[in-house]
């Protein structure tokens, strides 16, 4: 039983104008995650299991083209339209603003799935096979899922746990940006991404990075949005979810359809 | 009483009556509401883990990774933050590698052919026979051998070099794309052997030339850090600006501020008349001197080169030019590359794969100079602080294995040693190479941890240890712009039912017993490793430190190297006359065949096929199209349309030197006279995971590359090939990520200015038609 934790309330920035869709993100989730095998079958049945992956989106056509890349994960909404709807109450908010899946409630009824706007939610509906060998690789900090259960990101809750049991419990101090860094706690596709499109934090610490657009998004509501200090958005405000994921405008320095001569 | 799924439902219903009674107790409510006091998954975690610092072998810019052991076991590879080249960070293809070591598929030990060669057809054999057989091989027929490696350097390119020329042999490295016209411009234009280190995150303006160096070229996740802190502007800095240059629409086109589709082989022509532009109009950087690049003739000397003469060259598309001429074009990115310095620019990749790709690498990369940003942005990293371990991949080009093919051919090289190469899958199929190796005139040794083209034509298979078991070394090229030895360190010890040995150890062993000593004096290659701590340490310099040589040999390992940020970067000296050198050696690219320009690409994770028995590695989605375990064909979605092919109908490409089929993908943003083909797939032979396709899906472009070299170099001119494409009636469905969701707003602001933006829901490629 977790109690006596310092308050924390984690969050994620994700900067578009940064990911250049390397994929980085998406095989160290996979690793870190016992995700299953996505074999050319789960592709070919449109049941490829990426708890974040890369959205590609075109725009124009050529010679004026431009190729969008978005990193999609579970948003850990605070109004999480997943969590009603459960029977099993299988998932739920914790005390920290995760939205966490507990895998032996689950039934599988799939009702999470079918709510959740974001699709992140992906269901096991073989029983993860890996070749026997390859299973040495498994992380035995994250259960693996059997058939007729619903998984999705956890913002590699193992690894914050892990962080304060190290961290806080053993010497005090508080799970910070620096301290989550150093101790390779931060989530596995926070620590691979090459061009640090991704930044993970606690919205309750002063000191976090994340804070600003934090404090700039929620100061802001979706009627206001051109009173935003920073780049920083939701995805899908107009549904209210109050997502933990902030996103970051791409950049546009030469938009398209916007013929103004300039070479 | 077993815990079922159903009985846990009873469970759960009276833990709930437990949470009532917990609350009396003062439990926290908060935490009682929606939980019963049944340990949650997320609150188990057990054991202790150990991160051990080592090199990953995934690609050949040997990133520094750090990796999770638990209980004998690697379970995560990650970035070694304190690794100067890549700082904690990693490639999607450094976490695949672990599926290398627990890989199914894995030889468990000596083999020794028994079949027909070629067949596959192997019997196990013990390590006494199997170094027996090549003790004999080498006494027998071992003088002039050929060992071929994967590109390495330091430790493992000294023994492999020294145990060749022991036997009178030659040591190798292969790569099926490889760098030899890049390192040969900057041995020209910068007089270095060593590959420069770009600064990416300081530069203001990036100009870029066909090499996708986010993706796949060189350096990827040096890159990247620095496109990253490019891209930033939080910290009062300024956003840069990436025009990228490249008649495929790669994953590094996609993220250019302005990409410039020209037509395949005018990259060069270009890069002078931008020259032209800026020393005509005087815009060169402060204390550039033109004379001395020029030897005094200024902007005539590059007068074929005007923006004038260029322009139309270029073949851009009206709807780029609005109007403007290419001349205008060339002008207008002249003076914005030289205004907004620091600025920098780069070329490969298809750029110097055409006929004049030499001339195209020169006459980009001398660009760096007008702006000032050689010596800044564009710096050499000092030799290696021990003069014996070599600080480049010595890899051979299309003109090397032509030779050896014909050694082969002709009986002077009668042993083949092959590790962790696949020449036969990556040299084309008109070079000969598995013909040559096929004939049993040859002795073919393979130290293959897995069955792979090559390794299947051998006589003998002796299976290495994988990278994550063994010891080596690596002098990072690029460096970072300073000294850095890496150390690769065995993390776990094999599996009891696999029976490897190190290949260095092996090459080690050999040399000795055959009475080598002098060449290979040491007894494994932990031992070398440990002599060139040691003489680190009598140097008394660097990042390690330690009071005795044994607690600096330990310290070295935790930290998963050396280097010494405080040794400078070598500075140069513009050769005098540069750009008069670059200008006369001029010409127009040279294709054969006709129909599409053919440009295949290194796959974003399968690079040149090497990762393709890797499930992670297959089944992460190319960034641009998102299709992953098939070959695919891109084409300008508007074309397929025009010649009737829709998406997953399987097509022909027929070059001069053959033929393939894969499936189409409609891209919009490929320009009409371009196909893109990526390689990695098409492998006859290896893992289930790396033939997991068919003819109609998987196929191996390189097949079909015309055997014709880069004028003045010894490489492949793998963009030089234009191929006809025709339906042949078959359909497949392509295996990609796109369409399986719907979709999300990319908020897009204007130029950096939040009061200026267009939130867009864009929708996926499927609905795009």
């Known amino acids: 039983m977790v109690s006596n934790r310092i308050d924390h309330k984690w969050g994620m920035v994700v900067d578009i104008d940064k990911c250049t869709g390397c994929q980085a993100c998406v095989i160290a989730c996979q690793a870190e995650n016992n995700i299953p095998l996505n074999t050319k079958d789960t592709f070919l049945q449109k049941r490829v299991n990426e708890w974040i992956r890369i959205e590609r989106y075109w725009e124009g056509e050529y010679p004026n083209v431009k190729a969008r890349y978005i990193p999609v994960l579970c948003q850990h909404c605070d109004n999480a339209p997943c969590e009603p709807v459960c029977p099993m109450y299988a998932t739920y908010h914790n005390d920290q603003g995760l939205n966490v899946q507990v895998y032996n409630r689950c039934v599988g009824t799939r009702y999470c799935i079918n709510n959740c706007p974001y699709q992140v939610r992906f269901f096991n509906y073989w029983h993860p096979g890996w070749p026997e060998r390859l299973e040495n690789q498994l992380n035995p900090d994250v259960t693996v899922r059997s058939r007729g259960i619903t998984e999705k990101c956890t913002f590699c809750v193992q690894r914050l746990r892990r962080a304060e049991l190290k961290v806080e419990r053993q010497s005090g101090n508080r799970l910070n940006d620096e301290a989550l860094e150093k101790g390779n706690y931060a989530p596995a596709c926070v620590h691979a991404c090459p061009t640090s499109a991704l930044t993970f934090g606690d919205q309750h610490d002063d000191g976090a990075k994340i804070r600003s657009y934090f404090d700039d998004v929620n100061a802001h509501n979706i009627h206001h949005e051109h009173e935003r200090e920073t780049r920083g958005y939701r995805l899908m405000e107009e549904v209210n979810t109050r997502p933990n994921v902030i996103y970051l405008k791409k950049v546009d320095q030469y938009p398209l359809g916007k013929g103004d001569g300039h070479v | 009483m077993k815990l079922t799924r159903r009985n846990f439902l009873a469970w759960a219903g009276l833990s709930a009556v437990g949470a009532v009674a917990c609350d009396v107790f003062g439990e926290d409510r908060r935490e009682l509401k929606v939980q019963s006091p049944v340990m949650q998954p997320e609150d188990l975690v057990k054991g202790t883990d150990n991160w051990y610092a080592t090199l990953c072998r995934q690609c050949p810019t040997n990133e520094g990774i750090v990796v999770r052991v638990m209980e004998g076991r690697a379970k995560k590879v990650q970035g070694n933050p304190d690794y100067p080249v890549n700082l904690g960070k990693q490639a999607a293809r450094c976490d695949a590698g672990l599926q290398s070591l627990y890989h199914p598929d894995r030889i468990a030990g000596p083999m020794k052919r028994v079949g027909p060669k070629g067949t ?72 270095q052997d060593t590959l420069p280190d770009f600064d990416i995150g300081s530069a203001n303006y990036l100009l870029s030339f066909g090499a996708d160096f986010l993706s796949t070229w060189v350096s990827p996740t040096r890159w990247s850090i620095g496109y990253g802190a490019f891209r930033d502007s939080s910290n009062g800095g300024h956003r840069g600006t990436h025009v990228h240059i490249d008649p495929r629409f790669s994953m590094t086109a996609s993220n250019a501020d302005k990409w410039l589709p020209v037509t395949p082989g005018v990259e060069g022509h270009l890069a002078l008349s931008i020259a032209h532009v800026i020393i005509a109009e005087g815009l060169q950087a402060d204390g550039v001197d033109i004379d001395q690049l020029t030897s005094g003739r200024g902007a005539g000397a590059l007068s074929d080169y005007s923006p004038e003469r260029v322009g139309p060259m270029l073949n851009l598309h009206e709807d780029i030019l609005h109007g403007h001429s290419g001349a205008d074009l060339i002008k207008e990115l002249a003076r914005e590359f ?76 009668a042993l083949v040693m092959v590790h962790n190469a696949d020449p036969v899958y990556g040299l084309p199929e008109s070079s000969g190479m598995g013909e040559a190796l096929s004939s049993d005139s040859v002795f073919v040794v393979s130290f293959s941890s897995f069955i792979d083209d090559t390794a299947v034509m051998a006589d003998l298979i002796l299976p290495d240890r994988n990278y994550l078991e063994d010891w080596g070394s690596d002098i990072p090229e690029p460096g970072p712009g300073h000294q850095v030895i890496g150390i690769q360190q065995p993390v776990v010890n094999p599996l009891s039912e696999l029976d490897p040995r190190s290949f260095g150890d092996v090459l080690l062993a050999i040399g000795q017993e055959l009475g080598k000593e002098s060449d290979l004096p040491w007894t494994s290659v932990k031992q070398a490793l440990r002599e060139t701590s040691d003489s680190l340490y009598d140097m008394n310099k660097g990042s390690v430190s330690g009071s005795t040589k044994d607690i600096y040999w330990n310290s070295m390992l935790r930290n998963g190297g050396w280097w010494d940020a405080s040794s400078d970067p070598v500075t140069v000296q513009a050769p005098s006359g540069i750009l008069n050198d670059i200008a006369s050696r001029g010409s127009e690219a040279k294709f054969s065949g006709d129909g599409f320009y053919l440009i295949p690409f290194l796959h974003n994770t399968l690079l040149d096929g090497r990762n393709a028995h890797l499930p992670w590695a297959q089944s992460a989605p190319d960034p641009v199209t998102s299709v992953a375990w098939q070959t695919w064909v891109e084409i300008n979605e508007k074309q397929m349309e025009g010649l009737g092919i829709r998406e997953g109908d399987v097509v022909s490409l027929t070059s001069n030197a053959g033929r393939i089929t894969a499936p189409a993908y409609p891209n919009p943003g490929m320009p009409p006279d371009i196909v893109g083909v990526p390689l990695g797939q098409g492998h006859k032979h290896g893992p289930d995971y790396a033939t997991v396709g068919d003819a109609k899906d998987s196929a191996n472009v390189i097949d079909i590359l015309s055997a014709v070299r880069v004028d003045g170099t010894r490489s492949l001119a793998w963009a030089s090939n ?17 369409g399986e969701y719907e979709s999300r707003e990319i908020g897009n602001i204007i130029d950096n200015n939040p009061g200026e933006e267009i939130i867009k829901t864009t929708t996926p490629g499927e609905e795009h038609h």
């Open chain 2, 338 to 413: 030289a205004s907004h310095t620091p600025a920098l620019a780069i070329g490969g990749d298809s750029s110097s794969a055409y006929s004049n790709g030499l001339f195209n690498a020169e006459a980009i990369y001398a660009l760096n100079y007008l702006v000032g940003s050689v010596g800044r942005q564009v710096a050499f990293s000092p030799e290696s602080p021990l003069s014996d371990l070599p600080s480049s991949a010595n890899v051979g080009g299309l003109g090397d294995w032509a030779e050896h093919i014909s050694d082969i051919k002709n009986g002077k090289t």
């Open chain 2, 722 to 738: 234009r191929v006809q494409v025709q339906p042949t009636g078959d359909s497949v469905r392509v295996t990609k990520l796109e």
């Open chain 2, 120 to 191: 596959g057809e192997f019997a196990p054999i013990t390590w006494d026979q199997g170094l027996n057989d090549l003790k004999a091989a080498l006494a027998s027929h071992g003088d002039g051998l050929l060992l071929i490696t994967e590109p390495v350097r330091a430790h493992s390119a000294m023994i492999a070099d020294k145990f060749a020329k022991a036997f009178n042999g030659t040591h190798l490295g292969f790569e099926a794309f490889d760098q030899g016209v890049y390192r040969t411009a900057v041995k020209s234009v910068f007089g």
